[in-house]
C-alpha cells in the first residue's frame, strides 16, 4: 500500500510570491491533515479536511488556506509568502476524522528568501 | 486550553538499554487521546503507540509501552531494549478536540 505522498519536496520562494504544495493520501484514507514544523514553534497543526470539507483549523492568518478533491488529495495554499514561512510541512492521511492515528508524508521543505 | 510538555530536550542512551521520554499534558476535556510519534532524520512521522484517556490498562506496541497515569496527567513513552535504528526525534501528542504536540525529545543510542 502506498504511503502518503507530497510534492514538491523541496521549494524556494521569495518573499510576496504564493506557493501550493499537494498531497495525496494513503489509498482509502478520507482525512487529511496539515502541519507546519519549525525549530522555533515546532509541530503546529494548521487544518483538517474530510470528504471535501474543512472540519477543523488552526491558529493560522487567512494567508493559509487548503482545500481537498473528491478523491481525498489536497492541496495547501500560502499567499504572500513572508520570511516565517520558512518550514517544513507535513500532511497526514487517516481513516476517520478526529483520531491522533495519522499516517504521515515525508514533508514539503519551504524556504522563503 | 490544552498543553503538552515534554521536558528532555535531549537524551543519550546505551544499546539494548531501556529508556522512558517523558510527557505531561494538561487539558480540561474529559475524552482525549494521547500518542507519541518518532521522527528520523528524512523528516517523516511514524506512529508509534495510542492510548485513550478512558483506557485502563497502559498501551504496548512491541517494543514501545506508555506509562499512563492519568491523575499526574503523564503519558511516558517506554522503550524496551533499545536499538540504533530508534535515534530520532520522539513527539508526544494529544488529541482533543485538537491535535497538539510537544516540542519533542532527541533520543540518541550509542553502540
Known amino acids: 500500500k502506498a504511503g502518503v505522498t507530497q510534492t514538491p519536496r523541496y521549494l524556494i520562494k521569495t518573499r510576496g510570491q504564493q506557493v501550493t504544495l499537494s498531497c495525496s493520501p494513503i489509498?482509502?484514507?478520507?482525512?487529511v491533515s496539515w502541519y507546519q514544523q519549525t525549530p522555533g514553534q515546532g509541530l503546529q497543526f494548521l487544518f483538517e479536511y474530510f470528504s471535501e470539507t474543512q472540519r477543523n483549523k488552526g491558529n493560522f492568518p487567512g494567508r493559509f488556506s487548503g482545500r481537498q478533491f473528491s478523491n481525498s488529495r489536497s492541496e495547501m495554499n500560502v499567499s504572500t509568502l513572508e520570511l516565517g514561512d520558512s518550514a517544513l510541512y507535513l500532511c497526514?492521511?487517516?481513516?476517520?476524522?478526529?483520531?491522533?492515528?495519522?499516517?504521515f508524508g515525508e514533508g514539503s521543505r519551504l524556504t522563503v528568501l | 486550553a490544552q498543553k503538552i510538555t515534554q521536558t528532555q530536550p535531549g537524551m543519550f542512551v546505551q544499546e539494548k538499554e531501556a529508556v522512558t521520554l517523558d510527557c505531561t499534558y494538561d487539558t480540561s476535556d474529559q475524552s482525549y487521546g494521547l500518542f507519541w510519534y518518532k521522527q528520523p532524520s528524512s523528516g517523516e512521522m511514524i506512529f508509534l503507540i495510542y492510548q485513550g484517556s478512558y483506557d485502563e490498562q497502559n498501551a504496548t506496541e512491541g517494543r514501545y509501552s506508555l506509562n499512563f497515569q492519568k491523575a499526574r496527567k503523564s503519558a511516558n513513552l517506554v522503550i524496551s531494549a533499545s536499538q540504533l535504528g530508534d535515534s530520532a526525534m520522539y513527539f508526544c501528542a494529544m488529541k482533543a478536540s485538537k491535535i497538539i504536540f510537544g516540542s519533542g525529545t532527541r533520543l540518541s543510542i550509542r553502540p
Open positions: 489509498s482509502g484514507h478520507r482525512s
Open positions: 497526514a492521511s487517516s481513516q476517520r476524522l478526529n483520531t491522533g492515528e495519522l499516517f
